[in-house]
C-alpha cells in the first residue's frame, strides 16, 4: 500500500484508506483469451463494468460506512482531505498469475472528480519478507519459517477525497501469466469502477 503521507504536513484528521484489489486471474484469462499481448500501458483494452464483476475483488480498510465489502461494488465514506490508496493483485498473492495496479483514470459521471489526480508510487525494500524455500546448507525452515529478506518492488495508486458523488472511473492494471519460472504479459487492461463516494459532514 502507499506510504502514509508526512504527519507535519498533514491535519490530524486526515486519514489513509487502504483498498486491496483482488483479481482471478484464471477466470478473467478464460473470458479474455488472447493471442497477443497489447504491448502498451498507455492504451490499455478497455473493459465494461459488467465483464469484471465476478471476477474482482475489492476490500477497504479504515473507510466508515462501507457496502459491499469483497465485492466490486464496493462503497464506502471517507472524509474531504482524507488519502484514498489501492494496490492490486492475483487472487493467487501474485504467486502464479500477477497483476499490477498501475492507475486509476476519470471515466465519466454526474459530478466532476471525487478524487484529486491519482498518482502512482513505487516503494523498493531491499530485504523484503518472503518464504524460506530451503534448500540451503545448515538450515531447517519449518512451513517457510523463518523469512528470509530479499528485494522486492510495491506499487500504489492514491489520490485525496474531494468531495461527495459518484462517477465512474478505469482501474488499469497489467496482468502476467506464468511461463515456467518467469511471468510474462498477457496484456494492459482497464475495468469500470463506479465509485460511490460519501463526504462525511
Known amino acids: 500500500m502507499a506510504e502514509q503521507p508526512d504527519a507535519a504536513a498533514l491535519q490530524s484528521s486526515t486519514r489513509v484508506i487502504n483498498v486491496l484489489v483482488a483479481i482471478d486471474t484464471e477466470a478473467f484469462k478464460k473470458k ?28 477497504v480498510s479504515g473507510a466508515d460506512d462501507v457496502e459491499n465489502q469483497g465485492t466490486a461494488k464496493l462503497n464506502f465514506t471517507v472524509n474531504a482531505g482524507d488519502y484514498v490508496s489501492f494496490a492490486g493483485m492475483s487472487i493467487y498473492a501474485n504467486a502464479d498469475d500477477a497483476v499490477i495496479l498501475y492507475g486509476i483514470e476519470y471515466a465519466s459521471g454526474s459530478t466532476y472528480h471525487l478524487f484529486n489526480r491519482f498518482v502512482t508510487d513505487t516503494v523498493k525494500l531491499s530485504g523484503a519478507a518472503m518464504p524460506d524455500p530451503g534448500g540451503v546448507p545448515g538450515t531447517d525452515p519449518i512451513n517457510g519459517m523463518p523469512a528470509i529478506q530479499a528485494p522486492a518492488n510495491f506499487a500504489s495508486v492514491s489520490a485525496m477525497a474531494r468531495q461527495e458523488g459518484s462517477e465512474y472511473y478505469y482501474v488499469d492494471f497489467a496482468l502476467y501469466t506464468r511461463d515456467k519460472g518467469k511471468q510474462v504479459l498477457y496484456g494492459y487492461y482497464a475495468w469500470t469502477w463506479e465509485a460511490k463516494i460519501k463526504i462525511a459532514g
Open 32 to 59: 479474455f483469451p488472447v493471442k497477443q499481448a497489447n504491448p502498451n500501458p498507455a492504451n490499455p483494452e478497455r473493459l465494461i463494468w459488467e465483464d469484471m464483476t465476478n471476477h474482482v475483488f475489492m476490500i
